[in-house]
């Protein structure tokens, strides 16, 4: 038998596991990458000289294994694929490979079984797949995805952008509706951790919360522009006051009388619960997966960016 000239990418402890299968075998590593970039170089560097890439799913910082299949596809780059990953059971991190790739297996496969598909893809077989994963390829494909609505597959694109959570969704929302222009606030959206200054725990004090990161921007904005974009939230909210005798209650009052601080946090609090309570989950079920990882996969696959355009990224 001929060598086996295979690319190992993998963002893991795994990449040395895998590597040492095949030591002293007709497969040979004649490359490894840790993270999307790597794996694209590796492969343009071998194109000509490696048979067989075998791929993780998740590569880190929020790029996935479907950049780089897209990559070998677009390209036309005669290699074939084995994915190989601890996510095979997810039919998120599975789906998007349907019809791409010529096997995949969990990561916890006997490594002859991996050699095994090594050699048979290399020959030219295909169809080398975990038990787990069978039943979602046979099963399930795309067709939920038509169901979401125009919001739902556009808080997809956001997803796929780093707004990676109900936090930083709210926060890129308020930035679309009032029109801020700021790549330095999309930035800091995409690392924020917290909606409001109060959500900050004591020992990360040094951290900017959303609310933090938009009030100096907002505070500009004239009150009936504010009050224009956001009347649903805006026309009619209960405050809290102080009543006689120290007890408190909710009084009902204009969006005209609170003050900007109050109507940032108001608003931010709302279009979090939205995108949490409402968006969010609606995906996550139309589309049977569990998670924003899940989700990201999905968006990848479909190449929202093709289809919303959103100026200020």
């Not at 001929?2 to 497969?27: M, P, Q, R």
């Not at 606030?185 to 938009?214: F, G, W």
């Not at 108001?266 to 969010?280: A, T, V």
Request: hydrophobic share 40%; aromatic share 8%.
């Amino acid at each position: 038998m001929e060598d086996i000239n295979i690319i190992i990418i993998d963002d893991g402890a795994f990449l040395e596991t895998c590597c040492s299968y095949f030591i002293d075998s007709k497969i040979k590593v004649r490359a490894t990458a840790t993270n999307v970039s790597g794996a694209i170089k590796a492969i343009e560097n071998h194109k000509h000289d490696v048979q067989l890439v075998i791929l993780d799913v998740d590569l880190g910082n929020g790029r996935y294994g479907t950049e780089v299949v897209k990559y070998i596809k677009s390209n036309n780059i005669p290699v074939k694929i084995l994915i190989l990953s601890g996510l095979v059971h997810e039919a998120g991190f599975v789906l998007p490979f349907k019809g791409l790739v010529e096997g995949i297996l969990h990561k916890n496969e006997e490594k002859t079984l991996i050699k095994r598909a090594v050699q048979g893809i290399a020959a030219g077989r295909t169809g080398f797949y975990s038990p787990e994963c069978v039943d979602i390829l046979i099963n399930r494909d795309f067709r939920n995805f038509y169901t979401l609505s125009e919001e739902e597959i556009e808080t997809l694109h956001r997803l796929s952008k780093g707004f990676t959570n109900s936090i930083r969704l709210a926060g890129y929302a308020v930035i679309c509706h009032l029109a801020i222009q700021s790549g330095i606030i999309l930035q800091d959206i995409k690392r924020a951790r917290y909606l409001l200054p109060e959500d900050i725990p004591t020992n990360k004090r040094n951290e900017k919360s959303v609310y933090d990161i938009l009030f100096k921007d907002f505070s500009t904005i004239s009150k009936n522009i504010i009050h224009t974009k956001y009347w649903s939230i805006l026309s009619s909210v209960r405050k809290q006051v102080l009543l006689t005798g120290g007890r408190t209650g909710f009084i009902t009052v204009s969006a005209l009388e609170l003050s900007p601080e109050e109507k940032l946090s108001l608003i931010l609090k709302r279009q979090e619960g939205r995108f949490r309570r409402d968006i969010l989950p609606r995906i996550f079920k139309e589309l049977e997966v569990e998670s924003t990882v899940e989700a990201l996969i999905w968006a990848q696959e479909w190449e929202l960016s093709k289809t919303y355009e959103l100026t200020l990224i």
